[in-house]
């Protein structure tokens, strides 16, 4: 009996104990599980058609800033000629693509130059980057497709685009980066193509 009396007010010791420790358990909030985050994916912008006209920011003033406006480029046309100008290539091939340049506020805006990070760039179909000042393309100068300077408000400019590239990098996508160094895209055909073909071959001496 004494034995009994003894486990049976242990127990009820123990109930208390037991109901108070189960009650403070259940106020906790769910134990959350961590772990590393996973990095977003990096988008890459969609490559346009030939032909088609994206809004890029205008180059500032490389003294006070100012400046800026919208430049709509339309690259309409592109050649893969092996002259330019009387110029060779040095790596065997020029791919010049002819586009549209217009002002569309109020401001005069001016294309982003390669010194400041801007301009045109050659992205081959293996990927491979390819600067505008590679090669034998600083003499290549089709007339009526060589305007430079700022754009005024509610005109447009031809302009063109040369890059020395190898045979095998035909078929690439032209970028252009504006003056917030935006990126621009787009995919061309390995051939020529576009309506000003004629006009820029004979402009080109091809």
């Not at 006070?64 to 091939?93: C, D, H, M, S, W």
């Not at 980057?129 to 007339?143: E, F, K, M, Q």
Request: charged share 15%; proline share 8%.
């Amino acid at each position: 009996m004494r034995i009994t009396r003894i486990t049976f007010a242990a127990l009820l010791l123990c109930l208390p104990l037991a109901a108070c420790s189960s009650s403070g358990d259940g106020d906790k909030p769910p134990t959350k599980t961590t772990g590393a985050a996973t990095p977003a994916t990096p988008t890459t912008p969609a490559a346009l058609a030939l032909g088609a006209s994206a809004q890029t920011d205008g180059a500032g003033h490389p003294i006070n800033g100012t400046g800026g406006g919208v430049l709509e480029l339309t690259p309409t046309t592109v050649v893969y000629t092996t002259t330019g100008t009387g110029q060779k290539p040095a790596n065997g091939l020029f791919v010049t693509v002819a586009y549209k340049a217009r002002s569309v506020t109020a401001v005069a805006a001016a294309q982003a130059a390669p010194i400041d990070g801007g301009g045109w760039q050659w992205i081959a179909p293996d990927g491979q980057a390819i600067d505008a000042l590679r090669g034998n393309t600083a003499s290549v100068t089709p007339d009526g497709f060589t305007a430079a300077g700022p754009v005024q408000p509610g005109s447009f400019q031809w302009r063109s685009a040369t890059i020395d590239i190898t045979e095998a990098q035909r078929g690439g996508t032209i970028v252009y980066i504006d003056g917030s160094h935006h990126a621009f895209q787009w995919k061309l055909p390995a051939q020529d193509a576009g309506p000003e073909v004629a006009k820029l071959k004979k402009a080109l001496g091809a």
